[in-house]
C-alpha cells in the first residue's frame, strides 16, 4: 500500500493486481485504469503518451484491436465509461508503466507507480505458479496413463489390477482433481473495481 501526504489517496495494491489484464499473453493495464489511478483524465494520459510516442514502442504499449476491446467487454473487464469509447483504449506493459513516471511526474503518479509495479511482480509470480499447477497436472496424468498402459497388456479389465496399484492410482487421481480445482478458483475469482481511499477513512 503506498502512502504519501494527507492530500494524497493511498492505493491498495490488491486492487491494482486485479485491474492487471492478459492481452496477447502479456500482462497489460488499460489507459482508463491508470487514468483513474493517477487521478487524471483518460485523454489527458493519452495527450502525454502521443507526445512522447518515441518512449513507447510496441513491447511498451499498444492500441487493442476492435476485437479484443469487444472480448473484454464481454467479459465484463470494461466498464461503458471507457469500454464504448469511440477510440481504440492504449494498453501498458510493465515497461510502459514504469515508462510513463517519466512522463507524470506528480506525487500520485510517483507513489501510483511504485504501487503498480509491486503488483506486476507479485502477478508475474501468482502466474508462474499457475504454469507450474498446470504443468503438474499434466505430468500426474500421464503417469496415470502409463501405469494403464503398462497392465493392459496382461489385464483384462482395471478390476484385475493390483490392490497397491488401484489406490495410486486413486491417489493420483484424487491429486488431479485437488490441482484442477485449485485452478479453477483461481481462474473464477471475482475483479473488485478499483477503489481510493483517503487516509481519514482508513
Do not use: W
Request: glycine letters at 4%.
Amino acid at each position: 500500500m503506498a502512502e504519501v501526504s494527507d492530500s494524497v489517496v493511498v492505493v491498495s495494491e490488491t486492487a491494482i493486481q486485479q485491474k492487471i489484464l492478459v492481452v496477447r499473453g502479456i500482462p497489460v493495464m488499460l489507459d482508463s485504469d491508470l487514468a483513474l489511478l493517477y487521478q487524471i483524465e483518460t485523454k489527458n494520459l493519452k495527450r502525454q503518451v502521443r507526445r512522447n510516442l518515441n518512449r513507447f514502442p510496441s513491447d511498451f504499449m499498444f492500441e487493442l484491436s476492435d476485437e479484443e476491446a469487444i472480448n473484454l467487454r464481454c467479459q465484463n473487464v470494461t466498464s461503458s465509461t471507457h469500454g464504448g469509447n469511440r477510440y481504440r483504449s492504449f494498453v501498458f506493459t510493465e515497461l510502459g508503466v514504469a515508462m510513463l513516471s517519466s512522463v507524470l511526474t506528480s506525487e500520485v503518479a510517483v507513489q501510483v507507480n511504485i504501487a503498480i509495479m509491486r503488483a506486476f511482480a507479485a502477478m508475474k509470480n501468482y502466474l508462474s505458479r499457475q504454469s507450474q499447477l498446470s504443468a503438474e497436472v499434466e505430468s500426474l496424468k500421464a503417469k496415470v496413463n502409463l501405469l494403464v498402459e503398462q497392465r493392459e497388456g496382461d489385464l483384462e479389465s482395471m478390476n484385475d489390477l493390483s490392490e497397491d496399484l488401484r489406490t495410486e492410482i486413486g491417489m493420483i487421481n484424487q491429486a488431479i482433481a485437488d490441482l484442477s480445482m485449485k485452478i479453477e478458483e483461481k481462474k473464477n475469482a471475482p475483479r473488485s473495481r478499483i477503489g481510493f481511499k483517503r487516509q481519514d477513512e482508513q
